[in-house]
T-cell receptor, first 115, second 115 residues
Framework: GAVVSQHPSWVICKSGTSVKIECRSL??????MFWYRQFPKQSLMLMAT?????????EQGVEKDKFLINHASLTLSTLTVTSAHPEDSSFYIC???????????FGPGTRLTVT | AQKVTQAQTEISVVEKEDVTLDCVYE???????LFWYKQPPSGELVFLIR??????QNEISGRYSWNFQKSTSSFNFTITASQVVDSAVYFC????????????FGTGTRLTVIP
């Protein structure tokens, strides 16, 4: 099955700065990737669907100008949290779609702490 | 609309006891997939099982077993002879069958196995 990596695995940044999180599909060309956010002791919430070569589709309530998604290649999608605030502190997880509709490959997650 | 309900927020059992985690889902799709994931403290999601809507056979994998009942829209997960390493948050999830491959998560059940 596909392997998905994320970098960094954890990051601490100061309020007001921007942070980029990378999601790579290591052995599969993923035209579609999904970004999730998980607050402590809560479930995973879909933030956006990232499509290679086109604009991402954001879920209701997710600010597209704050969470910039770029999917410039078939193996890399990036999520940039701009002007981060402490309330953006969360666990961010990506997932690639896989070749078959039931395939689900998650990255290991990135823990973001904004101070 | 798709919805997954995990009514049990937290469960504690003593080691070697059996425990069942409940999952109830809602969907209008006739084709869909159900999943269970384990999320240990490290945060990485561990895939446990996938079941499609046309396969109601129960499945057993070692100490794990799953009971899929379409009549009650339930997909319950049982761990027999629980171990301390089973302590984690368990998520039930539903994927629609329209090819979009969206994944809807329940709120999770935190299982604590007491030695």
């Amino acid at each position: 099955g596909a392997v998905v990596s994320q970098h960094p695995s954890w990051v601490i940044c100061k309020s007001g700065t921007s942070v980029k999180i990378e999601c790579r599909s290591l052995d599969f060309q993923a035209t579609t990737m999904f970004w999730y956010r998980q607050f402590p002791k809560q479930s995973l919430m879909l933030m956006a669907t990232s499509n290679e070569g086109s604009k991402a589709t954001y879920e209701q309530g997710v600010e597209k100008d704050k969470f910039l998604i770029n999917h410039a290649s078939l193996t890399l999608s990036t999520l940039t949290v701009t002007s981060a605030h402490p309330e953006d502190s969360s666990f961010y997880i990506c997932r690639d779609k896989g070749e078959l509709e039931y395939e689900q490959y998650f990255g290991p997650g990135t823990r973001l702490t904004v101070t | 609309a798709q919805k997954v309900t995990q009514a049990q927020t937290e469960i504690s059992v003593v080691e070697k006891e059996d425990v069942t985690l409940d999952c109830v889902y809602e969907t209008r799709d006739t084709t869909y997939y159900l999943f269970w994931y384990k999320q240990p403290p490290s945060g990485e999601l561990v895939f446990l099982i996938r079941r499609n809507s046309f396969d109601e056979q129960n499945e057993i994998s070692g100490r794990y077993s799953w009971n899929f009942q379409k009549s009650t829209s339930s997909f319950n997960f049982t761990i027999t002879a629980s171990q301390v390493v089973d302590s984690a948050v368990y998520f039930c999830a539903l994927s629609d069958g329209d090819g979009a491959n969206n994944l809807f998560f329940g709120t999770g059940t935190r299982l604590t196995v007491i030695p």
